[in-house]
């Protein structure tokens, strides 16, 4: 299993590195894109007062609160469950490093919204979506819990499958919601995904360098 994350981290670390600086460049020299009028065309298309009510909800999943109150959940939830203070840690670096993370990108770029609407989180700038990189270092971990559970292979991937549905949803509510582009989206996914791999990669360091420890000890 440490080989296929190792695998995963050698190749999500550079393919998200290069995305979010090739969309980065455009965003700072301020270029239009193609991607953002591809986004705005998408939503014009699915407009409809029933889809602005599901998506201000799963937008809720992906909020600053959202995340505050269930990351402590979470990791009680971890501790309750035996789970190694390690695994805690880099739980809460996971989250809190990222949310910080999101913040100094965010004054760097100072990408102004399309709209600010204060009743779906949309203040402050845009580059990269904080809702699209939370929801994928949250759920994104949590994903990584529940393949290195000892669950059922078919509960694993229906979970994995649940929370991947969820990351992307949230991300599609930011766009439709109107308080991000397409961009900020992708490169909050892609940013996301770097943060996140490079925990996860500490987190087997980590635990490879105690099992290894041990391993000395009882030989």
Partial sequence: MAVVWRSFGLTVFPVSTFIFF????DVYLEEAMDLDLLGEKLVSALDHPAWLTVMGL????GSVWWFALFTLI?????????????????????VGGGGLLNKSLKLFFQRER????????????SFPSGHAMGSLIFYGFL???VVMSPFQRWAKFGLG???LSLILLIGISRVYLGVH????VIAGYTAGL???????????????QASSGKRGIVS
Avoid: M
């Fill in 22 to 25: 090739w969309l980065a460049k």
């Fill in 58 to 61: 799963i937008t809720e999943t």
């Fill in 74 to 94: 979470i990791a009680g939830l971890l501790w309750r469950l035996n789970y190694s203070r390690l695994d805690i840690a880099c739980f809460l670096l996971a």
């Fill in 114 to 125: 399309p709209n600010l609407l204060l009743q779906y989180d949309g203040v402050g700038y």
């Fill in 143 to 145: 994903a990584y819990l």
């Fill in 161 to 163: 499958i649940l929370l």
């Fill in 181 to 184: 582009y397409l961009t900020d």
């Fill in 194 to 208: 770097v943060w996140l791999s490079c925990c996860l990669g500490v987190l087997q360091l980590k635990k490879a």
